[in-house]
C-alpha cells in the first residue's frame, strides 16, 4: 500500500474515478477499495471540482468519452490549473487506436489503459504513478529544504561580511579619534540621498535598488586608508601644516590600493569592491576641480564618491573636531550652500537639501554620546 502519513496517521492514498458508467464505477471501486481511499464523479465538470478541493486526489482514473466535457478536455483543464497539475492522470478507456493513447498522453497524462481492464494491469500501474509522484514530492520537499539551507547559509555570510566591513572601517575611525557613530550617520546619508536621487535622470541608471545597499554597504570604507597615516599626523591636536597636509592626502591612496591588492587576490572585481575603491579614493575631490588625489572635476568624479562627499562633509561640520567645534545642522547646511557648484555637484546638494530633514533625523539617531562631539539641532 502506498499510503501518506499526516500528524502521525497512516493515509491511503485517495483515487478519483471519473467515469459515465455505473458498471465501470462498481468494477473499479470494488478493485481498488481495500488499498485506496475512491471517490467518484460521473462526469468531467464534477472531476474538476473534486480534484480542485482539499484535500486534492492522489491520482485520477480518468474515462475518455462522457457527456458534457470529453476526459481530453477534462486532463487539459486539469494540467492548466496550477494547483490540480501536478495530479497524476491515468486515462482508462475503449479506445484503441495508437492516436487516441498519443493524444492522451501529449495533453500530460502519466498512462493510458484500455478496456477491458486486466485488473493486475490496473493494480500496478496504478501503484507505479503513486510512487512516482510520492518521490517526486520527496524531492521537491528535499530541494525546498536544501534551498532553506542555502539562504540560511547566505544570509549567515552576508551578516558576518557586514560585520568584517564595519570592523574594518571602525578600526580607522577610532584611530583618527572617531566613533562608530560617524560610520552609520554617514552611510545613512548617503542611502537616503540616493533614494531621493534614483529617479533623477542624471542618476537612475546607476541608483538601482541593489546598488543603493552596496552603496550603504561600502560607504563606511571611505577613510579606511588613515591606517597608514602616521599617528603623528592623524592625531596631531591642531590644524596640519602644508607637508603634514600632503601626507594625510595619501589616505585615498592607501585606501584605493588596499582594495585593489583585495581585487587582485580575487582575480577580479564585484559592484561592491568597485564602489569601495571609488569612494576611498575619490571622496576628497571637489566639483570645481580642487580637492584631490588627482583633482578631477565634475562627472568625472565617480558618482559614488560625489555622493560621500556630501555626506562626509555634512558629518564633519556637525562635529566637534580638534580645530573647531561643532556646527548647528544649520549652520552646517548654510556652509554646505556656499559649497554648491564648487565642492559639490550640484544636483546631488540640491537633492541633500531638499532631504535635509531626513538628514537632521539621522544625525540626531546616531548622535555620539560624547557631550557636544555633536551639536545637531
Known amino acids: 500500500m502506498h499510503s501518506t502519513q499526516s500528524s502521525g496517521v497512516v493515509q491511503k492514498p485517495t483515487i478519483l474515478l471519473v467515469d459515465d458508467s455505473p458498471d465501470n464505477i462498481a468494477l473499479l471501486s470494488a478493485l481498488l477499495k481495500e488499498q485506496y481511499k475512491i471517490r467518484i464523479a460521473t462526469n468531467g465538470i464534477k472531476a474538476l471540482q473534486i480534484a480542485a478541493a482539499d484535500p486534492l486526489p492522489d491520482l485520477l482514473l480518468l474515462d475518455v468519452v462522457m457527456p458534457e466535457m470529453d476526459g481530453y478536455e477534462t486532463c487539459r483543464r486539469l494540467k492548466a490549473d496550477a494547483r490540480t497539475a501536478d495530479i497524476p492522470v491515468i486515462f482508462l478507456t475503449a479506445r484503441v487506436r495508437p492516436e487516441d493513447e498519443e493524444m492522451g498522453l501529449g495533453l500530460g497524462a502519466a498512462d493510458y489503459i484500455t478496456k477491458p481492464i486486466s485488473p493486475p494491469i490496473v493494480m500496478a500501474r496504478v501503484a507505479t504513478q503513486l510512487q512516482l509522484k510520492n518521490a517526486r514530492q520527496q524531492l521537491k520537499n528535499q530541494n525546498d529544504l536544501l534551498e532553506q539551507m542555502v ?44 533614494r531621493k536621487l534614483q529617479t533623477h535622470p542624471r542618476f537612475s541608471a546607476l541608483l538601482t535598488d541593489a546598488n543603493i ?31 603634514e ?18 581585487e587582485r587576490q580575487l582575480g577580479g572585481s564585484n559592484d561592491f569592491l568597485t ?62 550652500r556656499e559649497g554648491r557648484g564648487k565642492h559639490f555637484d550640484p544636483d ?30
Open 151 to 194: 539562504g540560511l547559509r547566505t544570509r549567515e555570510l552576508v551578516k558576518m561580511q557586514d560585520a568584517t566591513i564595519m570592523a574594518m572601517a571602525s578600526l580607522a575611525e577610532t584611530r583618527d579619534n572617531e566613533t562608530g557613530n560617524h560610520i552609520r550617520r554617514t552611510q545613512a546619508y548617503v542611502e537616503a540621498l540616493a
Open 275 to 336: 564602489f569601495a575603491r571609488e569612494i576611498a579614493y575619490s571622496h576628497q575631490e571637489k566639483w570645481d576641480g580642487s580637492g584631490y588625489p588627482e583633482g578631477l572635476s565634475g562627472d568625472d568624479i565617480p558618482t559614488s564618491a560625489r555622493l560621500m562627499a556630501v555626506a562626509d562633509v555634512y558629518d564633519a561640520l556637525i562635529t566637534r573636531r580638534v580645530y573647531k567645534p561643532a556646527f548647528s545642522h544649520d549652520k552646517a547646511m548654510h556652509i554646505m
Open 213 to 243: 545597499e552596496l552603496l550603504f554597504k561600502s560607504a563606511p570604507l571611505h577613510d579606511i586608508g588613515k591606517v597608514g597615516v602616521p599617528d603623528r599626523i592623524l592625531l596631531k591636536p591642531g590644524r596640519l601644516d602644508a607637508e
Open 348 to 377: 546631488i546638494l540640491d537633492a541633500f537639501i531638499e532631504i535635509e530633514e531626513q538628514v537632521r533625523a539621522i544625525a540626531t539617531q546616531y548622535r555620539d554620546d560624547v557631550t557636544d562631539d555633536n551639536a545637531v539641532a
Open 245 to 262: 597636509f600632503e601626507i594625510m592626502k595619501l589616505h585615498t591612496v592607501y585606501g584605493r590600493d588596499a582594495i585593489l591588492s583585495v
